[in-house]
C-alpha cells in the first residue's frame, strides 16, 4: 500500500453516507480536485450514453419527489414507474432494487476517494489529497461533506437517514467505494484496511456536520467546527498510515 509520495496505480473508488444529494447545490463548485485542485475535464459520452444517464435521472427524481412527499415505504415500485412514464421492467433493468431509485444521486460519489487520490500531484500523498478535497468540499458546501443547509438536500437527508431500508442499502455503496480506494492505494489488505478507515472517517465528519445542520444550525456556523475535525480526523490517519520520516 502507499500512503507517502510515490505512485500508486489502481481503478477508481469513494463514498461519503451525506453525499447522496444535492445536484442543485453543487453546480457552482462541480469540477472536481485533480492535481493540485484544478478541475477534472468533463468525459467524453456519447449521445446514446448520455440518454442513457438521463433516462436514470428522470426515474430517480420522480421516485425522490415521491419518496419525499409521501415516504419511502408508502410508495410502490409501480407507482414510480407509472410516473415515470415506463413499465415496471423496464424500470428494474435500470436500478435493480427500490433503495437504488432514492440512492443514484450517491452513486456518482462512490469512485470520488480513488479518483481523487488517482489524480494527485506529483509528490503529493494519497491523505494530503484527500485532505485537500475534504477541505474544499466544506469550503464550497458540497453536500458530500454535510455541510449544506439547502432545504432540498435537508429533505433528502432526513429521508435517507430515517429510513432503515435506504441506510441499510448505503454500507453496499460504501462496501464498494472502499474497495475502488483500497485498489487506487495498491491493493492488498493493508491497502484494504486503510481504505475503510479512510471512508470510515470521511463518513463520520460527513455525517456530524448533517446532524448539527439538522438540529438546527446553519452551514456558515458550523463550518468553523466541521474545519477543525476534519484537521484532526486527518492527523489521526497519518499518525496510523504514514510512514514515519
Request: proline fraction near 4%; hydrophobic fraction near 45%.
Amino acid at each position: 500500500m502507499v500512503m507517502s509520495g510515490e505512485t500508486a496505480g489502481g481503478e477508481n473508488g469513494n463514498g461519503s453516507a451525506a453525499g447522496a444529494a444535492g445536484e442543485g447545490a453543487r453546480a457552482q463548485g462541480r469540477g472536481r480536485d485533480r492535481g493540485q485542485g484544478e478541475p477534472a475535464a468533463p468525459p467524453r459520452i456519447s449521445l446514446r450514453e448520455r440518454k442513457k444517464q438521463l433516462t436514470y435521472r428522470a426515474i430517480s427524481d420522480a421516485a425522490i419527489a415521491m419518496f419525499l412527499e409521501r415516504g419511502f415505504d408508502k410508495v410502490s415500485v409501480a407507482e414510480v414507474a407509472a410516473a415515470a412514464d415506463i413499465s415496471k421492467p423496464t424500470l428494474f433493468r435500470y436500478f435493480p432494487a427500490k433503495e437504488d431509485l432514492a440512492l443514484h444521486r450517491f452513486a456518482d460519489h462512490e469512485d470520488e476517494a480513488a479518483r481523487v487520490v488517482d489524480g494527485r500531484g506529483p509528490g503529493e500523498s494519497p491523505l494530503a489529497a484527500l485532505h485537500r478535497h475534504f477541505l474544499a468540499g466544506l469550503d464550497r458546501r458540497d453536500p458530500v461533506t454535510g455541510l449544506c443547509d439547502v432545504p432540498q438536500v435537508l429533505a433528502f437527508h432526513r429521508l435517507l437517514y430515517g429510513t432503515p431500508a435506504l441506510v441499510a442499502r448505503l454500507y453496499a455503496y460504501q462496501g464498494r467505494s472502499e474497495a475502488a480506494l483500497a485498489r487506487a492505494l495498491g491493493d492488498g489488505v493493508t491497502a484494504r484496511l486503510a481504505a475503510g478507515q479512510i471512508i470510515a472517517v470521511l463518513r463520520i465528519l460527513a455525517e456530524e456536520n448533517w446532524r448539527r445542520i439538522d438540529a438546527g444550525e446553519s452551514a456558515d456556523a458550523v463550518y468553523a467546527g466541521a474545519v477543525r475535525a476534519a484537521e484532526e480526523a486527518f492527523v489521526q490517519l497519518r499518525r496510523g498510515l504514514e510512514p514515519e520520516g
